[in-house]
């Protein structure tokens, strides 16, 4: 499904209507370049989930935890991961393997570690199409 936002108002609101619509255990990935609207698109999905803290991308503590909603929510940014074994040593199959909701920015970087189905976020923008112009695509991945 390819969506068209306009506005970081837009893409926070389709964030937040993927955290209404989330289910326990669901895991998603959001990949695409510095600044095109993850942290706005994860603010809103926790917007969805009943978070009212303040969500802000964990670069350096690799996962923030929010209890508060009606689902844990599980926020990693692995941009800064070395390699697969400090995802190991975070104990990262204790949350995606849970009853939260888990979103990986930059999860193409950890990808062979990924369950074997996620929701892949894809967010780009065309210039040509104006500044606040985002594609967003969302794809389900079933890995053999």
């Known amino acids: 499904m390819q969506i068209e936002t306009n506005s970081p108002e837009e893409t926070f609101q389709l964030g937040k209507k993927l955290g209404l619509e989330a289910k326990p ?6 990949v ?3 600044g095109v609207g993850k942290t706005v698109f994860t603010q809103g999905m926790a917007a969805g989930l009943g978070i009212t803290e303040p969500v802000n991308s964990p ?8 209890d508060e909603g009606r689902l844990p929510f599980f926020h990693f940014d692995v ?8 995802m190991e040593e975070i104990g990262y199959e204790e949350y995606f393997y849970s009853d939260g909701v888990t ?3 930059w999860a ?4 062979e570690i990924l369950p074997e189905t996620y929701c ?3 967010i780009e923008k065309d210039p040509q199409k104006g500044f ?6 969302m794809e389900e991945v079933h890995r053999a």
């Open 132 to 137: 606040d112009y985002r594609l967003i695509t």
């Open 79 to 86: 941009y800064r991961i070395g390699d697969i074994e400090e």
């Open 25 to 30: 255990g669901s895991v998603y990935t959001l």
């Open 103 to 105: 979103m990986i920015e």
């Open 59 to 66: 670069t350096f503590t690799i996962v923030q935890v929010y």
């Open 120 to 122: 892949e976020i894809r």
């Open 32 to 34: 695409g370049d510095l």
């Open 108 to 111: 193409n970087l950890i990808e």
